[in-house]
């Protein structure tokens, strides 16, 4: 285990030539950031989880209930144990084929059966009151550590001049501000890591889970080697846009279009124009450039770099994301008003469409059908939906 250990704690792996772990050990004048800090994350880790069951208990679900969200959850499908053992032994999602066997088999029609499926899936799916229950703790934790950010980092010289985050590197002193920052956004991914397992399960749940991953390797790597003034700002940057997500969200459950509509926008304008924009003007310039300049290359800064580089890729997906959706939105508004979280299938839409549940014949009796626009009842080829929520 010695020998373990002192391999990964290699010096020409971590820092820059001609500097050891001694030279960073702490002093009367100078603190510097140490690996055994980060175990304070977990013990937070758990502390905000505990508040959050907290919050969520006294706090949001009394203003989700003021706002006349409802906790009942989706329409339950009617008993039928043949369904239901094809849903829990074979499928949730029949194809074609099983759909016509299962149509003869029980003389049902096949949009029935498949409505069927949908209702039982959903069945599963958490109650609306749930969702905005989660998206007000995550609104308020967002607002509050971007707020906590930009207030500590305009007081900060690497703000005005990124420059500073390598000058004197890596003997650059650990803060009290800067060490609670560090511990607080670590000790949240820790907490995200564990509660998406328990939290409402969504379609990118796996590059969410890497989103987390990267980022708590980031926090870690870029504390351990005192990169923590470049990684502020990559934590404030990437905090900006969140809390307006969480907003849109909460807006949309309320029933609140209007402003729901806004804040999407507002929050599709700032995710872009920071991820794709300052980040890599900004944020990765100075730490593929002027640190290459300043410090020079050693073997932890390339792994930070390609973690960055990750990180990046994934603010790529989601931008591809956000996009997608709104040019839906924007087609699909030619047969109503747009609205860039009314679209029938969201791509990263938390709950699936009931439309065609709350106008159909019950099941057991094959309904008369009309000729229809584009094959869709009545809607121009527009399958008008509740509304779906674009959750992260």
């Known amino acids: 285990m010695a020998g373990i250990l002192a391999w990964f704690w290699n010096e020409r792996f971590w820092l820059p030539h001609n500097v ?52 009942s959850g989706p329409q339950i499908a009617q008993p039928n144990a043949i369904l239901e053992k094809v849903f829990t032994a074979i499928t949730k999602h029949p194809d074609e084929k099983r759909l016509e066997g299962l149509s003869k088999q029980l003389d049902w029609d096949v949009r029935s059966i498949q409505r069927w499926f949908r209702q039982r899936r959903n069945q599963e799916k958490p109650s609306t009151l749930t969702r905005f229950c989660e998206s007000m703790w995550r609104f308020s934790f967002y607002l509050y550590v971007f707020s906590y950010g930009v207030r500590f980092l305009k007081q900060t010289p690497w703000l005005w001049n990124t420059r500073h985050c390598w000058y004197n590197y890596p003997y650059q002193p650990l803060t009290a501000d800067l060490h609670y920052y560090y511990i607080l956004e670590l000790s949240f991914y820790w907490s995200l890591m564990v509660s998406q397992f328990t939290d409402i399960k969504r379609k990118d749940f796996g590059i969410m889970f890497l989103h987390h991953l990267a980022t708590i390797f980031l926090i870690t790597f870029s504390y351990v080697n005192n990169m923590a003034r470049v990684g502020t700002l990559v934590l404030c940057l990437h905090d900006s846009a969140d809390a307006l997500l969480e907003a849109a969200k909460m807006a949309n459950y309320a029933k609140f279009q209007k402003m729901c509509d806004l804040l999407f926008v507002m929050f599709a304008m700032v995710f872009i124009t920071t991820r794709l924009g300052i980040f890599p003007l900004w944020v990765l310039n100075t730490t593929l450039f002027e640190s290459w300049e300043i410090v020079g290359p050693y073997p932890s800064w390339w792994v930070f770099n390609l973690l960055l580089l990750l990180l990046q890729g994934l603010n790529c997906f989601w931008s591809y994301m956000i996009v997608k959706i709104a040019c839906k939105a924007v087609s699909k508004g030619k047969a109503g008003k747009w609205n860039p979280l009314h679209v029938s299938k969201d791509d990263r839409s938390d709950i699936e469409s009931s439309s065609e549940d709350e106008d159909s014949e019950p099941p057991g009796k094959k309904p008369h059908t009309s000729t229809t626009t584009n094959g869709t009842s009545g809607t121009n080829g527009y399958l008008l939906t509740g509304p779906c929520s674009m959750d992260d």
Do not use: G
């Not at 004048?29 to 304070?40: G, H, I």
């Not at 959050?52 to 209930?65: D, G, Q, S, T």
């Open 20 to 71: 050891t772990w001694a030279d960073l050990k702490n002093t009367e004048e100078a603190t510097f950031p140490q690996a055994e800090d980060l175990y304070l994350a977990f013990p937070v880790a758990f502390c905000i989880f505990m508040v959050r069951l907290i919050f969520e208990r006294f706090i949001a679900k009394p203003c989700a209930i003021a706002l006349n969200i409802q906790a």
